[in-house]
């Protein structure tokens, strides 16, 4: 794209104007007695006029401007209510980064010094999980958004809002060799144009004002992504008048989209008739309240609800939430109700992942298919991480957590006394099947309790009982201690758990916990992040961040000392080939040496125990930890641990 | 549904002269297909409650935990029976998720799961290398250390094991799930009976009642 010269306020127009108004150019006395190159040597050359004689005299040079471009930046970024501002130092932004600590006063956005430009955003990626709305993230429009790529990639996935600004320097003429010719490019944004939401670069001062608003209403807006502004390093320092003035457009939120009342009445019909309807959630609920509007419908309907967790969507022992049967369910299912599914076709199919690769439906024949997911409204073509298709009967194109109350109000409608009844002994049914699983997961759990490594039951319980009692926050993905902390720990409230990372992208969690525990800290809840080993390796200077900021939060590690998932997959592969079933380590574990997880936590200022193998060792370790995150300073324990 | 189902439907159909003429109840085909019969096992999701082999639930072992099938004692129609109104908390599998022609290739299957030859399990295998080659070769990352099982591996609970070791040996050859196979060239059947009773000496867990942590 080419770049447009910003004809009001180019910082040589600038000086032009200031010169011509206030007559500060002035000839230095050196200058004059500097002979001109054309004297003595062509008497017949045309003079010289006024003008331009005056463009010729060596000028006294603005060094200084009481304003900039990026002061009315943050004027703007600050009508955003941004609370922080997550970022790795860049040149290409350095005008927005001093505007934003002095004259924005590094309060709202406060800066957060990152170490890697994937963490800025996947600490923003948390924190959006917890607060419900974006921070601001600062890059390099080059080798920062090549670092941020993979985190910006997650959290398009994840359909969660990150807002990001990324520096550039459009006019060749203005670039320092070498390093800022390196760091400059054409179009800043086509990079990570697949997967994000929206783009723009703006031009002016008054353009960035209206694309800022525009994109936080974009970003807001379900299905939620992230989005990206460029900003020239000219837009940013060159200096403005002190008088000069631009609209900010007032932010109001887009309304999310809600099911068209046909659609959501032949829903409530399909479910009411049900004998069996499952409800399957998956993102639904943006806000606290999704979470209530999917218990008040899985109430009045007495369905069962199985969470395939993307966000705290229900309690995890309400008598309805029946997750642990999901495959029954499904398999017994006249009606299903997906809500805000990332992948549909994988809840009602079965995948075999052997040489010949099959799958199969999970569901009856007949089985009615209903979906509500705003990510039907915005697709990209590049990136598969829409799924398979799945072909719905009834298929509403809206937000599910926006379209829960007129859905409800629909069955409601619908239920007529006798039909309340039986659903009333069907939601007894639920009840007991419910106390029963937890039963069951207590009696699996029980199984290597005392093992060394220690088993991610024991782990999960040991956290849970030094945590129970103070207003926490889940804020990692436990799908690799086997779900353990969902199927043991009582999950009541909204932040009390954030998802998963979206894109599968590992280098996540760690920074997605301290962004969380950001969003945390001033609710004083204690956050917990159980911490994968591999993953903390991507980018461990995020440990540093969270003790330079004064971040609590509670890591504790799951350290198994590989990447396991990828010790399975290879040991696939060997076992489909029958050769070297006992190698499928190379290549995939984190041992000899094994990382002192403790040692590198204590070298960044973080309070740290470990490694830990016994788990009688394991209860007061925690505890000690807790006391200190308590005092609001980040802790690490690092377990060793069995790999799932 | 699989395309070997739906074209025995078909045939069915044809067979009895009209397309919508009900399915036979408890007549089912004197002998279902084994083959077809596993795979409708799986595809039903048998498995999950009565484990991989039919061997029954690994989970807990109390009275309501699913029961071993394989090779069931019942009838084929008992069985079509117990499939139909199950008792427990078994859900009910209707004739439209599974007909009764397809219930028989399940028997057959289960019934073919205890007409596998008996192996003697030597008496020379040792559990200490059975540790020693569980890790090496791999069983631990689903199963765990223990053999504890995961439900995100999808590894099931196998220390200690609950079927027999002609079963384990039969399951590992030729798994059914997602597990990857173990052939013969890559594990004989004496490091894979080192391996059985390793498992076999992993102790029952602590009954979770008398667990504190684990009633919070």
Known sequence: MAPRKNASFNRRDFLKNVAAGAAVVTATPAARATPSPFEGRNATAPPISAKAELRALPRTEILTAERTGSDFMVDVIKSLGMEYVCANPGSSFRGLQESIINYGGNHSPEFITCLHEESSVAMAHGYAKIEGKPLLVLAHGTVGFQHAAMAIYNAYCDRVPVYIIGGNIIDATKRIPPVEWTHSVQDAAAMVRDFVKWDDLPTSLPHFAESAVRAYKIAMTPPMMPVVLVVDAELQENPISASASWMVPNLVLPSPPQGDSGSVAEAARLLVEAENPVLITDRTARTPAGMARLIELAETLQAPVIDEGGRMNFPTRHPLNQSERADELIANADVILGLELSDFWGAIHSFRDQIE?????????????????AGSLFLKSNYQDFQRF????????????ATLPSLTESVKRLITSDRKEALHDRGANFAAARQDDLRRARDAAAYAWDASPISTARLSSEIWAQIKGEDWSLVSDPIFLSSWPLRLWSFEKYYQFIGTSGGYGIGYGAPAAVGAALANRKYGRLSVNIQCDGDLMYAPGVLWTAAHHRIPVLNIMHNNRAYHQEVMQVQIMANRHSRGIDRAKIGTTIDDPGIDYAKLAQSMGVYAEGPISDPKDLGPAIRRAVDVVKRGQPALIDVLTQPR | MSYCIASRKLLIALLIGSPLAPLPVAKPKPAGDVQTGKIIFEKLGCQRCHGSVGEGMIATGKDASPPKIAATRLSLGDFVQSVRKPKGQMPPFGSQQVSDPELSDVYAYLQSLGSQPKLVLPSSASPQN????????????CHGYQGQGSVETGGSRIGPPQIPYSSFIAYVRQPTGGMPPYAVKAASDAQLADIYVFLKSRPQATPSKSISLLNQ
């Not at chain 1, 690769?357 to 997911?373: A, C, E, H, N, Q």
């Open chain 1, 357 to 373: 690769r099959t799958s199969r439906p999970t569901t009856k024949p007949g089985v009615k298919l209903i979906s509500i997911s």
């Open chain 1, 390 to 401: 799945t072909a719905v009967h009834v298929d509403i194109a809206a937000d599910a957590e």
């Open chain 2, 130 to 141: 059975g540790q020693h080659l569980y890790m090496a070769f791999g069983c631990y990352e």
